[in-house]
């Protein structure tokens, strides 16, 4: 039965939760964008899989704000930061370096800048079936140096 669970488990952290294809993004990282609910500028530091579309983060002015692609409008020009890229893309499979139990694959299901670093949103707990009142968020933010990419 425990193999059963562990298959499970390692399935569900590889399967996409957008299906067979990546969902185009509306606009790219670090691009700037204008933000129609604010009628402000500012650029796409971040996006992540959630509730079904893409989720941008938005820093504007020191302040990160998050909204759909219907909230805003990119304007292809990048804005000057002096960041290197990110070492991972969405969707793709990764091995977290500490994780104890279970699969230590997972998929990118979001990038985000904080701090001049990047950071990777990762499902680190699958879903129970019951509610559980310890773990309010199954997906967390890891850094570069925890993940190491795996060759397909």
Known sequence: MIDHINALQKSWYL?????????????????????????????????????????????????????????????????????QKPAFVLGERVMLCSHDKGTKQRLILGIGLVNNSWFYVVELVSPTLTQSRTISNRFSLVGEKSLVRVNV
């Open 15 to 83: 399967s996409p939760p957008w299906g067979r294809t990546i969902p185009p993004v509306e606009v790219n990282l670090l691009e700037r964008v204008y933000l129609r609910t604010t009628r402000t500028f500012g650029y796409c530091c971040g996006m992540q899989w959630k509730h079904e579309c893409w989720i941008y983060s938005i820093d504007c002015r020191n302040e990160i704000l998050h909204a759909t692609q219907n909230q805003i409008i990119g304007t292809g020009e990048l804005e000057a930061i002096s960041v």
